[in-house]
């Protein structure tokens, strides 16, 4: 079946550095990706979507000079968290569409937990 | 190890009927259980979530979901559906700490007048 990969699986960093996160679809091409985060007890929340060859389209409330979304291929998507603080901590996890109209399906990735320290 | 299974690939009614999409997870913890939907080129919308207290769940749209902790199920229902919930419903279910989060494969919802 389809996989999407995400890495890293964990990060920690100090505050004030940036991070990157990749979201890999293996093998399947996926245009369009979004990108959610969750903090515990709360559900996840969708931060941007994320269309191979254009900007990504951001949620009301994200900041997208904070939350750096590049999707350059139609197989890696990445989200770069700038100038972290510890209230970024949380668990970020992508998603990958592939296919189109009915035949759409989506696939997660196995999320990346991030920690500012 | 955690894991979540729908059931259902796929589920066509007709408007004004009931539904059930079925879920069921497998965990040697406490979970924290998840009802999302997407509609066509949009992202996850949370439709009731399970934390803990009263197993039946309401949620948006009408929609509710029961946790039976015998059963290990989060089955998600509605008594009459319109067309506009067609749609994809994902399961999910997380640890207590956040540390993970599983989804199911997804059901799609298919409503027909």
């Known amino acids: 079946g389809a996989v999407v990969s995400q890495h890293p699986s964990w990060v920690i960093c100090k505050s004030g550095t940036s991070v990157k996160i990749e979201c890999r679809s293996l093998?399947?091409?996926?245009?369009?990706m979004f990108w959610y985060r969750q903090f515990p007890k709360q559900s996840l929340m969708l931060m941007a979507t994320?269309?191979?060859?254009?900007?990504?389209?951001?949620e009301q409330g994200v900041e997208k000079d904070k939350f750096l979304i590049n999707h350059a291929s139609l197989t890696l998507s990445t989200l770069t968290v700038t100038s972290a603080h510890p209230e970024d901590s949380s668990f970020y996890i992508c998603?990958?569409?592939?296919?189109?109209?009915?035949?759409?399906?989506?696939?997660f990735g196995p999320g990346t937990r991030l920690l500012v320290l | 190890a955690q894991s979540v299974t729908q059931l259902d690939s796929q589920v066509p009614v007709f408007e004004e009927a009931p539904v059930e999409l079925r879920c069921n997870y497998s965990?040697?913890?406490?979970?924290?259980l998840f009802w999302y939907v997407q509609y066509p080129n949009q992202g996850l919308q949370l439709l009731l979530k399970?934390?803990?207290?009263?197993?039946l769940v309401k949620g948006i749209n009408g929609f509710e979901a029961e946790f039976n902790k015998s059963q290990t199920s989060f089955h998600l229902r509605k008594p009459s559906v319109h067309i506009s919930d067609t749609a994809e419903y994902f399961c999910?279910?997380?640890?207590?700490?956040?540390?993970?989060?599983?989804f199911g494969a997804g059901t799609r919802l298919a409503v027909h007048p």
């Open positions: 399970y934390l803990s207290g009263s197993t």
């Open positions: 999910a279910v997380s640890d207590p700490r956040g540390e993970q989060l599983i």
């Open positions: 998603s990958a569409i592939r296919g189109t109209g009915l035949q759409e399906t989506q696939y």
């Open positions: 093998d399947f091409q996926a245009t369009t």
């Open positions: 994320s269309n191979e060859g254009s900007k990504a389209t951001y």
């Open positions: 965990s040697s913890v406490s979970v924290y």
